[in-house]
């Protein structure tokens, strides 16, 4: 059995383009969510092996997702997405708890590699 993901990004594209490369590729989407409250409430349903996080979205942002999450987990491995790729923000994201960061637009073969280093 593949590895299951929960994808999150407020974009329903969005989700949908990360949804479409990690299918592809073996790995299950077990859900989705468009912001990093609803994201917390679906890890502790589901439990993913991995999550994707969108940084920039409405009522709760990816880093205070990602903070909140790695309290309920401490093993939880979570990659970042965002459009921007300003220093601070990564450094934020990697402080908070993430295990990687992807820039968008994605690239398949990015995704790919954080992915899978990820869940090494």
Do not use: H, W
Request: glycine content about 6%.
């Amino acid at each position: 059995m593949g590895k299951t993901i929960l994808v999150v990004d407020d974009a329903a594209f969005m989700r949908m383009m990360v949804k479409d490369i990690l299918s592809k590729n073996g790995y299950e989407v077990v859900g989705e969510a468009e912001n990093g409250a609803v994201a917390i409430e679906k890890y502790r349903d589901l439990k993913p092996d991995l999550v994707t996080m969108d940084i920039t979205m409405p009522e709760m942002d990816g880093i205070a997702a990602v903070k909140e999450i790695t309290s309920i987990d401490s093993t939880a491995k979570v990659i970042m997405c965002s459009a921007m790729g300003q220093q601070a923000m990564v450094i934020d994201a990697i402080q908070a708890g993430a295990k990687d960061f992807i820039v968008k637009p994605f690239q398949p073969e990015r995704v790919l590699e954080a992915v899978s280093k990820a869940l090494d």
